[in-house]
Nanobody
Framework: QVQLVESGGGFVQAGGSLRLSCAASGGTLSSYPVGWFRQAPGKEREFVAGISWNGGRTAYADSVKGRFFISRDNAQQTVALQMNSLRPWDTAVYYC???????????????WGQGTQVTVSS
């Protein structure tokens, strides 16, 4: 079991960048694949990016490929999401989650952080 905490959200103008971080407040994050998800008002939670436990595999939603980059530092027990060229439609609450396998499905992730708001203005 692992407890997750996100940080780094905020307000940015279109074209700007933000870096989100996911840290373990309890448990060992390095044992788990980690995914980033987002949920905009009135929409379902969706997969954004994921990384295997050792960083050897990554996966991205088509909507963020080439703009967002996921990485991890297992020594620091953190996973980062670098978000570049942000657009207004990237506005959402962003969540990190841990699972036993790298998948894109929300229901495969039993451990979730509380989320961090990202707002992109036009």
């Amino acid at each position: 079991q692992v407890q997750l905490v996100e940080s780094g959200g905020g307000f940015v103008q279109a074209g700007g960048s933000l870096r989100l971080s996911c840290a373990a407040s309890g448990g060992t994050l390095s044992s788990y694949p980690v995914g980033w998800f987002r949920q905009a008002p009135g929409k379902e939670r969706e997969f954004v990016a994921g990384i295997s436990w050792n960083g050897g595999r990554t996966a991205y939603a088509d909507s963020v490929k080439g703009r967002f980059f996921i990485s991890r530092d297992n020594a620091q027990q953190t996973v980062a999401l670098q978000m570049n060229s942000l657009r207004p439609w990237d506005t959402a609450v962003y969540y990190c989650a841990a699972a036993t396998g790298l998948t894109t499905r929300v229901n495969d992730y039993p451990y979730w952080g509380q989320g961090t708001q990202v707002t992109v203005s036009s």
